[in-house]
C-alpha cells in the first residue's frame, strides 16, 4: 500500500478518534476526500480489502457455535427482518418514483425490490467491529447479531451464483470432505506452537480455503469462514483468534477506504443515498419489533438492533451484480457507497451511547417485550455470597480460586459466555451465566449479604458500565478492577472504583512476591 493512504488514514482516523467517533469513520472520509482529490487507487488498495474481509469472516468462524444458527430466534430474525426491509422499501421506492424523486423515477417494482433486498444487509464488517471494541462479540446480543450476519451472507452468496449465472463446478462437491479432514486441521494448528508460526497458520487457512472456493465457483470468504467454523472447537481457536486481531484490523482499513473509491457522487445521488440513511431507524425499530417477537429480551432486542443497523458491503455486491444484468441504473452503485457510509456514521454514533440508550429508553423499550422467556434468557442469582467476580476469563478464575481456597470467601463468578460457564461449573465452581451490563439482573440480585465485587472484564468501558449499574442498585461495598495501561487506570479511580491493578504494570510485583521465598537462606547443618 502506497504511504499515502497509510498518512491520509491514519490521519482522519486519528481526527476520528479525537471527537469520540470510531477511527473507521475516519477511514470512510480518508477514502472519498483521496478519490474528490483525484488520486486514483491502486491494485494494493483492493488486495487488502479483500484480506481484510476474508481474515474477519475467517475470525468470525473461530468463535462461531454453528448450532446458534438454528435457533428460531436467529433464523427467523434473519429471513423475517430481510423479508419486512425488501417490502417495506419497495413500497417506499415505488412512492418516491410516483412523486418524481430523480433516480426513483422509472424504477419498476422488481428494481425497487433489488434496491430493497440491497438494503436489507446489515454489515459483517462493522458490527464485529462494533462489538469487538465493546468486548460484546460473545455477549447474548453479540451472538444473535452474528448469527443473523452469518444467515445474510448466505442468502447473499446464492444471490450471486445465480444472478450471475456463476454457478459451482461440479467438482466443488469434493468441499464435502473438508468436515472429515478436521482432526489433521486441528493436528496443524496444535503443531503451531503460540508465536508467529501460529499467526501465520491463520493466514495460511484463511487464505489458502478463501482461494480453494474461489477456484471452485464459490465466494472467497464463504471459504474463510467454513475453515474458522471447522477450527472453531479446538482449544486453540480463541488464541489464533486474538492473536490475529491486529493483522485483520489493518487489513480492513483498506476496505473502509475502497468504499469512497465506488465512485464521485452528485447532489441528487447524495439526496437519493441521504433518503437511505433517514431509513436507518425504521431498520432498527423492524429489527427490535421482530425480535422482541421472537421472544427475545428486549434489551437483547435493543443492542442487536444498534449493531444492525447499518448497511452492507454485500449491499454494494447485489447493486453492482443487478447493474451489470441492467436491471439497475449504474448510479445506484454510487448512491448505495454513499448510503453504505452514512449509515456507518449513523450507527457508531448510536454504538457508542448503546447502554445509556437503552437505559433512557428503557420503560419505552420494554413494552414491545412479550412476557415468555427463552430458556438461555432466564436470570440466575448469586445466593449468598460475599464476593463476586464479574468476567471468569483467566484472571477472573485466578481471582475466584485464590478467594476461595486460600481465604475462604464465598465467591461467585458471573460469567456471559455460556460455554466458559458450563466448564467452570463441571470444575465445581460456583458460577451464573448473566450480563453484568443488564440493569434487569442487578435489580433482581440481593447485593446486602456482598462485601466485595470484583472486576477482571477485558474492556475497561465495560467496568464503567457495570459499576454505574451496581450504584443505582444501591450497591454500598468495595470495588476493584483490572486495567492494562495507565490512562486505563486513571479513568477507573475517578469513576470510583476502590482499586485497579494494572496487570502489565505490576505483574513483576507478583512476580517476585512469588519467587522471593527462594531467596531464604537455607538452615545451617548441625
Known amino acids: 500500500m502506497d504511504y499515502i493512504w497509510v498518512a491520509v488514514a491514519f490521519s482522519c482516523g486519528f481526527i476520528a478518534k479525537q471527537i469520540n467517533l470510531p477511527p473507521l469513520v475516519g477511514y470512510l472520509a480518508a477514502g472519498f476526500g483521496l478519490h474528490a482529490l483525484g488520486v486514483e487507487p491502486d491494485s494494493s488498495l483492493e488486495t487488502f480489502a479483500k484480506l481484510g474481509v476474508e481474515l474477519l469472516l475467517f475470525t468470525i468462524g473461530l468463535k462461531l457455535d454453528v448450532k446458534n444458527l438454528f435457533k428460531t430466534e436467529i433464523w427467523a430474525g434473519a429471513v423475517g427482518h430481510m423479508g419486512s426491509i425488501v417490502l417495506l422499501t419497495t413500497l417506499i421506492s415505488l412512492f418516491l418514483g410516483s412523486i418524481g424523486l430523480s433516480y426513483f423515477v422509472g424504477l419498476s417494482w422488481q428494481a425497487a425490490a433489488l434496491v430493497g433486498f440491497a438494503v436489507s444487509f446489515s454489515s459483517t464488517v462493522f458490527a464485529v467491529k462494533v462489538l469487538e471494541d465493546r468486548g460484546e462479540l460473545r455477549a447474548r446480543h453479540g451472538q444473535v447479531a452474528i448469527g443473523i450476519l452469518v444467515i445474510q451472507d448466505i442468502a447473499a452468496v446464492l444471490f450471486v451464483s445465480f444472478a450471475t449465472d456463476k454457478l459451482p463446478l461440479w467438482w466443488a462437491l469434493i468441499l464435502l470432505v473438508l468436515p472429515m479432514m478436521t482432526p489433521i486441521f486441528h493436528k496443524i494448528l496444535?503443531?503451531?506452537g503460540h508465536g508467529e508460526l501460529l499467526v501465520l497458520a491463520g493466514f495460511f487457512f484463511a487464505f489458502t480455503f478463501g482461494h480453494l472456493f474461489e477456484i471452485l465457483g464459490l465466494e472467497a470468504h464463504l471459504g474463510a469462514l467454513i475453515i474458522g467454523i471447522l477450527l472453531s472447537n479446538h482449544?486453540?481457536?480463541?488464541e489464533l483468534a486474538k492473536s490475529m486481531l491486529r493483522f485483520k484490523d489493518l487489513f480492513l482499513i483498506g476496505f473502509f477506504l475502497s468504499i469512497g473509491f465506488t465512485a464521485l457522487p452528485t447532489l441528487e445521488m447524495l439526496i437519493a443515498a441521504l433518503i437511505l440513511a433517514i431509513i436507518l431507524p425504521i431498520k432498527a425499530g423492524l429489527f427490535l419489533w421482530w425480535l422482541t417477537r421472537l421472544k427475545l429480551r428486549s434489551r437483547t432486542a435493543f443492542l442487536t438492533a444498534l449493531s444492525l443497523a447499518n448497511y452492507s458491503e454485500f449491499g454494494l455486491i447485489v447493486c453492482s451484480v443487478s447493474v451489470m444484468n441492467q436491471l439497475l441504473d449504474k448510479e445506484w452503485l454510487v448512491i448505495m457507497a454513499l448510503g453504505v457510509a452514512f449509515s456507518f456514521v449513523f450507527s457508531s454514533l448510536l454504538n457508542i451511547q448503546a447502554h445509556e440508550l437503552?437505559?433512557?429508553?428503557?420503560?419505552?423499550i420494554r413494552r414491545f417485550?412479550?412476557?415468555?422467556?427463552?430458556?438461555?434468557?432466564?436470570?440466575?442469582?448469586?445466593?449468598?455470597?460475599?464476593?463476586?467476580?464479574?468476567?471468569?476469563?483467566?484472571?477472573?478464575?485466578?481471582?475466584?480460586?485464590?478467594?476461595?481456597?486460600?481465604?475462604n470467601k464465598k465467591v461467585c463468578g458471573i460469567e456471559v459466555v455460556k460455554e466458559r460457564v458450563a466448564s467452570l461449573c463441571a470444575e465445581d465452581r460456583n458460577v451464573i451465566m448473566a450480563d453484568a451490563e443488564d440493569p434487569e439482573f442487578w435489580q433482581q440480585v440481593d447485593l446486602a449479604p456482598v462485601q466485595l465485587i470484583l472486576f477482571s472484564l477485558p474492556n475497561y468501558l465495560d467496568v464503567l458500565e457495570v459499576s454505574k449499574q451496581i450504584r443505582l442498585a444501591e450497591y454500598v461495598g468495595k470495588t476493584a478492577a483490572v486495567a492494562r495501561y495507565a490512562d486505563e487506570e486513571r479513568e477507573l479511580l475517578a469513576a470510583g472504583i476502590d482499586m485497579v491493578f494494572n496487570y502489565y504494570a505490576k505483574v513483576g510485583t507478583g512476580f517476585a512476591e512469588q519467587t522471593v521465598h527462594l531467596l531464604e537462606p537455607k538452615e545451617e547443618e548441625t
Open 369 to 407: 417485550e412479550r412476557p415468555e422467556r427463552l430458556a438461555e434468557d432466564q436470570f440466575a442469582r448469586p445466593e449468598n455470597a460475599s464476593v463476586l467476580v464479574i468476567g471468569m476469563g483467566r484472571v477472573g478464575t485466578g481471582a475466584y480460586d485464590t478467594l476461595k481456597v486460600e481465604l
Open 358 to 364: 437503552y437505559a433512557q429508553w428503557n420503560k419505552i
Open 235 to 238: 482449544a486453540k481457536a480463541m
Open 190 to 192: 496444535q503443531r503451531s
